[in-house]
């Protein structure tokens, strides 16, 4: 029996044959699952993490990437910022703010990380809903983090959104879009129900 051939490569594909490559990571299976039957679609498994190339009814197409959660995201970036035209991040976020409610479509204004939650970059442009999208570093943490992070007047808590703004190129628009998933202060994530997620709507917000 032959053995199966292994990439030892992060992408299965070569960015820089597509320059100006539009970019779509996620670190949830359901949301590349489901991005991969929304329009046509051709599926890569050659590299660590898989990607899939989408072409959407009206025409616009994206490249899907599938990566861990947390900071692997970091090398992906890297690999795919010198040659991209846009990247966006599809997932899911803890809101702390009350009018945002589980199951909220949310593109917050700016992103800061949990150290300086005062220190905030800008996302999404030309989003004006003045929201601010917090990174921490795993998906449970003190109450009184998140407290503290309230009262500084964060709206939402994630665990890639800093490293989308910090380790991409100023001159390329990234966007971010994500699926209020859990209530930190109220609800978390862990005993919440099964919940339903609209694919469409991520991509109109595109």
């Known amino acids: 029996m032959n053995n199966p051939a292994i990439s030892l490569k992060i992408l299965g594909f070569d960015c820089a044959l597509a320059p100006g490559e539009r970019y779509l990571v996620t670190n949830i299976s359901a949301i590349f699952s489901a991005l991969l039957q929304v329009g046509n679609t051709s599926v890569d498994h050659r590299g660590f993490y898989p990607s899939g190339l989408l072409v959407l009814e009206d025409g616009r197409h994206f490249r899907v990437i599938h990566v861990p959660p947390g ?21 899911l976020c803890g809101s702390l703010n009350e009018n945002y409610p589980v199951g ?46 309230a009262g500084a007047g964060i709206d939402f808590v994630d665990m890639e959104s ?10 390329i628009p990234v966007y971010t879009c994500s699926f209020v998933s859990d209530l930190p202060l109220s609800s978390p994530f862990y005993l919440n129900d099964p919940f339903h997620l609209d694919i469409y709507k991520f991509i109109g917000l595109l």
């Not at 995201?73 to 991209?84: G, R």
């Open 71 to 91: 900071n692997v995201i970091i090398d992906v970036l890297k690999v795919i910022a010198p040659h991209a035209g846009l990247i966006g991040l599809l997932g």
């Open 162 to 171: 800093w490293f989308l703004r910090t380790f991409v190129p100023g001159n």
């Open 104 to 149: 909220s479509l949310v593109t917050p204004a700016f992103v800061s990380e949990k150290g300086s939650p005062d220190n905030r970059l800008p996302l999404n442009p030309p989003r004006k809903t003045g929201t601010c999208i917090c990174q921490v570093d795993g998906l449970v943490q003190e109450e009184a983090l998140y407290r503290h992070l």
